[in-house]
């Protein structure tokens, strides 16, 4: 750790590391960087107490990012010698704070803009740093696909911007028809003004422990009936789709829907997903 040269301001001395931790802490949220300068500085001078190590200045890096964050307080715990690890990176949710994670080294990963699909700020960025829109994640899934079921409509027309592509079987498509966040019927009509198939034959945007059982290919139709998500199924019936299309099993959506209701593990799937988005 780089050594502090001198105090900023008087401050009462702690007794012991972990009083200096707290203050220091308390100092970050605050947003007061001449106070975290000072609570380091007398933490090194004080001969009684070990000083702070790299491990305790890492600690603190993550409340720095956390949020809004403090940016100034982030660059002066990294000029220090602070690292950037994976819990920093996500509990960070300003661009102002990654541009700091930048100029120390930091590189976009792709994964980013699956985990921060609601912040479209931070989505604009890690596009414009070379993050792809067509990357892959969990089973084939990638960032439209996850921005389509809960981001704001904003996000999925940056991510169309960039070279996104969709397709007549879009599962975007899929993943819009069974989240009942708001402006999803505002997603699913741009999606299908974009190319996506009311029609198309794709998966919904399983969670795991349902994709062994029930993720198998259907029409949005057969996943907005799946998900009881009467708003969604109104807008494809009125957009074209067909009630009587099959899925791979050879149900129509509203065979399929049924599984969904006569009890059993189908439905034990839709109550944990609608206490998932309750929560």
């Not at 802490?25 to 106070?35: Q, T, V, Y």
């Not at 402006?183 to 009509?189: N, Q, S, T, W």
Request: charged share 20%.
């Amino acid at each position: 750790m780089a050594k502090i040269t001198s105090p900023v301001a008087d401050i009462d001395l702690p007794t012991t590391g972990e009083q200096y931790y707290s203050l220091i802490k308390e100092a970050i949220i605050s947003g007061d960087l001449a106070r975290v300068k000072d609570g380091l500085y007398q933490w090194q001078s004080d001969p009684s107490i070990p000083v702070p190590t790299p491990d305790q200045l890492n600690y603190l890096i993550p409340q720095a990012a956390k949020g809004d964050g403090q940016p100034e307080i982030l660059e002066f715990l990294l000029s220090l010698g602070g690292k950037i690890g994976t819990h920093s990176i996500g509990v960070a949710t300003s661009p102002d704070v990654f541009k700091v994670f930048m100029a120390h080294g930091w590189e976009v990963d792709d994964a980013l803009l699956r985990s921060h699909v609601q912040h479209p700020q931070l989505i604009a960025l890690f596009l414009n740093h070379g993050a792809n829109p067509n990357s892959s994640g969990p089973r084939g899934f990638g960032p439209m696909d996850i921005a389509a079921l809960h981001a704001p409509l904003e996000t999925v027309k940056l991510l169309v911007d960039h070279g996104a592509a969709i397709g007549p079987s879009s599962a975007a498509l899929h993943a819009a028809a069974q989240g009942k966040t708001s402006d999803r019927i505002a997603v699913m009509a741009f999606l299908v003004e974009r190319g996506a198939d009311v029609n198309g034959l794709a998966m919904d945007y399983p969670a795991p422990s349902e994709a062994l059982r029930s993720g198998r290919k259907g029409t949005p139709l057969h996943t907005a009936t799946k998900w009881a998500y009467e708003e969604a199924k109104t807008w494809l019936l009125e957009h074209g789709a067909d009630p009587g299309a099959k899925n791979e099993l050879g149900e129509t959506p509203e065979q399929w829907g049924r599984r969904f209701e006569k009890g059993g593990h189908e439905a034990g799937l839709r109550l944990r997903r609608d206490l998932l988005r309750k929560n």
